[in-house]
């Protein structure tokens, strides 16, 4: 058994609160899949993460009911802690927002989210004390349409290409300078690399991330977790079929190898 095989037991510990498995755990259930479909020799762990984290999106933007499900979830969502926002020239953004009077930027971009058919997993947006909080309004146009209200008090936040926006209906509404965002990111270790660069406020400085991207969880809804396994495994079924069919145009239906020429 290699290294990133070895798995210990999903515990599922209540309807909504279960124990994350580790990517290394994930890919390992993932690859005795393959071998139970009769897919015997090696394939390369990345090709699996790939091909899981790619149904995981999948189904997540198509799916319904994703967004309320989702929500309901403790496992999966993660914090960054230090998000350094600056206002921007909106005319150099290309971003179609003829309310707005000022726009502020994240710094850098985020590390990849999850999106719901809605747009962009986010759980929570505030400032460091969360004593102020902001809306996911998912699109510039959304929010056009949300800052004609006469009355419209609250603020809100969208993300295009991985930077986090804040549009602002008049020059001297306070601009937010740091921000914490919950999200439904797809990478734990981004996530930590994230933070670990972040020096504002009273974030954690610089440092090294040493954890190993294999020993992090796994990010993924446990409702979609056994449809996300069949799908990863019809897919590889299907690059094993059509390479062994090229290489052996007279070899039966029997798969031999995912790597006919090693």
């Known amino acids: ?21 580790s990517v290394r755990e994930f890919l390992s259930t993932l690859a005795g899949d393959c071998k139970a479909a009769s897919i015997d020799d090696w394939i390369s762990p990345k090709l699996l993460y790939f091909k899981a984290t790619s149904a995981i999106a999948d189904f997540l933007a198509k799916d319904n009911n994703s967004s309320g499900l989702i929500y309901k979830l403790d496992s999966g969502w993660s914090v960054l802690s230090c998000v ?3 206002a921007v020239d909106i005319t150099t953004c290309n971003i179609n927002i003829p309310n707005c009077r000022k726009l502020m930027k994240s710094k850098y971009q985020l590390p990849t989210l999850y999106e719901s058919k809605f747009g962009s997993l986010v759980k929570n947006t505030s400032n460091l004390d969360y004593s102020k909080n902001y809306k996911n309004c998912f699109t510039p146009s959304q929010w056009n ?7 419209q008090k609250d603020k809100y936040f969208f993300i295009s290409n991985g930077f986090l926006y804040i549009p602002l209906k008049s020059q001297q509404d306070e ?21 670990s660069k972040q020096g504002c406020g009273s974030c954690k400085p610089e440092e090294k991330v040493c954890k190993k991207f294999l020993d992090y969880g796994m990010v993924i809804p446990s409702y979609l977790t056994n449809g996300v396994r069949q799908e ?7 690059i094993y079929l059509r390479q062994t069919a090229d290489a052996n145009p007279d070899l039966s239906s029997n798969i031999k190898s995912i790597h006919p020429n090693k």
């Open 84 to 86: 350094e926002m600056e």
């Open 175 to 195: 601009s937010p300078e740091i921000l914490t965002v919950t999200g439904y990111f797809q990478d734990l270790k981004a996530v930590d690399i994230f933070n």
């Open 232 to 238: 990863v495994v019809k897919q590889i079924a299907a």
């Open 145 to 151: 349409a949300i800052s004609q209200r006469e009355f």
């Open 1 to 21: 058994m290699r290294g990133w095989e070895k798995s210990q037991p999903f515990i599922i510990i209540g309807v909504y609160h279960i124990i994350m498995e």
